[in-house]
């Protein structure tokens, strides 16, 4: 592997961590993890639940800590990094080539602001789509029984991290007509033992998650909620294009400009794109997503859930122009790499010393002293995961129940012995009058909180 591959990989992860330590609080994510992670689970809420088993793993090893929640997700990131290479490489047969669509990744905003700061599932997904396209690329080699077994494995691994992988999952069934090479992949008899891994690995999930009709509801909700669905607008076929044709070039714009402006500069050709396996995936993956935006009225989607299943195609990109002095560009995009690593690492002191409103500026800790003080031998029961996983990040020995934890197991709660915090604007003024304990103007919201017995 190339040095600079594994000089980003290993300094992003670095910084990934030193950023962790740099935030009063918790960011969102790790919050959740922080919660979460106190129980072993088959379903947590509107997520699979195989990033808060390694969680927990991870948690058993270095305890509850800003390191175990970062190190995590560092190790994730830079896995993404290097499995993203290792497909360039496999598929474009290039080193250069391979080592180009890695410092690509600088110009997709996402993946290098949002993921790289903070995201959990999304990142461990990104890693799993990328060993599900390099195993399936082993197998257009060799369709050995080891090779269906690795695919029953990353297969489990995406379905198992975050629903999202079932839109590559469709887009690979769908091309499988029209497509020899994955035709010959399925049609073979070992796919018997890819099923069958399959079936053991997410059946246990599937089981639980399914039994509960209030689980399905509560998770319909939270898609609906998340993409905007809005079945009432007799203009959705409009406003659900608009979204599908918003998300893809705030996802890929950075990119397709760069190319363009190599292309005007005469710097690339255009290479005659092969008819392969990755361009009819490719092709099946914008008709899926089309569909479903359609389907499902949605109006609005964060480029963070469509990027797991575009990484793999920066490959098909490369592999679509021949690029002069491509050195030069790795060289060039090795350092704005390295650049957008440094700025993000010192972005967050930056702006508590410039006082930019931000959550992770704001300590729990006001709640935690009250809890403590006032009501440690009582259940305590938060407002939100968020909450929660704070006040737990605070006092790893307690068990901290949320309010919004629809997959709370039954006979967790103890009704009578719980001490209730609640938002002010979640409540009504005749139960604010029976709060036991108030705190005003609490973090970046200013959020008001009540502290009732049960």
Not at 7 to 33: F, T, W
Not at 363 to 386: E, G
Request: charged letters at 15%; hydrophobic letters at 50%; a positive charge.
């Amino acid at each position: 592997m190339p040095k600079k591959i594994t000089i980003v990989a290993l300094l992003s992860g670095l910084a990934i961590i030193c950023i962790s330590y740099m935030k009063v609080a918790l960011e969102l994510e790790d919050a959740e993890q922080s919660f979460y992670s106190q129980w072993w689970r088959l379903t947590y809420d509107d997520q699979p639940p195989l990033y808060t088993w390694l969680q927990i793993l991870v948690n058993k090893v270095f305890g509850i800590s800003k390191f175990s929640f970062s190190f995590l997700r560092a190790l994730l990131f830079g896995s993404t990094i290097v499995s993203l290479y290792f497909f360039g490489k496999q598929y474009l047969k290039s080193n250069d080539k391979a080592t180009l669509s890695v410092v690509l990744l600088a110009l997709l905003p996402v993946f290098i602001d949002f993921t790289f700061r903070r995201l959990s599932h999304t990142t461990l997904l990104c890693f799993a789509v990328l060993l599900s396209f390099i195993v399936v690329q082993r197998l257009t080699l060799i369709k050995t029984s080891f090779n269906y077994l690795l695919l029953g494995f990353v297969i489990s691994l995406g379905i198992l991290t975050k629903y999202n992988y079932f839109l590559m999952l469709a887009a690979f069934l769908l091309v499988i007509p029209f497509n020899v090479t994955l035709k010959e992949i399925v049609f073979n008899k070992r796919i018997i033992i890819t099923i069958g891994v399959i079936v053991i690995l997410i059946f246990p999930h599937f089981y639980d998650l399914l039994s509960n009709t209030y689980f399905v509801e509560e998770l319909h909700k939270s898609v609906a909620y998340k993409t905007n669905s809005d079945t009432k607008n007799s203009f959705f076929i409009l406003s659900s294009v608009g979204a599908f044709i918003k998300g893809i070039f705030n996802l890929l714009g950075l990119l397709l400009v760069f190319f363009g402006i190599l292309f005007w500069r005469k710097k690339i050709k255009i290479n005659k794109v092969q008819n392969n396996w990755l361009v009819h995936m490719f092709v099946s993956q914008l008709f899926v997503l089309f569909i479903i935006f359609l389907c499902m009225n949605i109006t609005n989607v964060h480029t963070r859930w469509l990027l797991p299943l575009f990484i793999p195609y920066i490959i098909l990109v490369v592999s679509a122009v021949s690029i002069k002095n491509i050195e030069q560009y790795i060289h060039y995009g090795f350092y704005l790499f390295l650049a957008i690593i440094f700025l993000q690492t010192i972005r967050t002191p930056v702006e508590k010393i410039l006082k930019i409103p931000s959550s992770v500026h704001y300590s729990f800790m006001p709640i935690s002293n009250a809890l403590n003080t006032k009501f440690t031998k009582k259940q305590w029961v938060l407002p939100n995961v968020t909450y929660a996983g704070n006040i737990r990040f605070l006092n790893p020995d307690k068990k901290v129940l949320a309010l919004d934890d629809f997959t709370m197991p039954k006979g967790i709660e103890k009704k009578g012995t719980r001490v209730l915090v609640h938002i002010n604007k979640d409540t009504i003024d005749a139960k604010r009058d029976k709060a036991v304990y108030r705190i005003n103007n609490f973090g970046k919201e200013k959020e008001d909180l009540s502290f009732f017995l049960d």
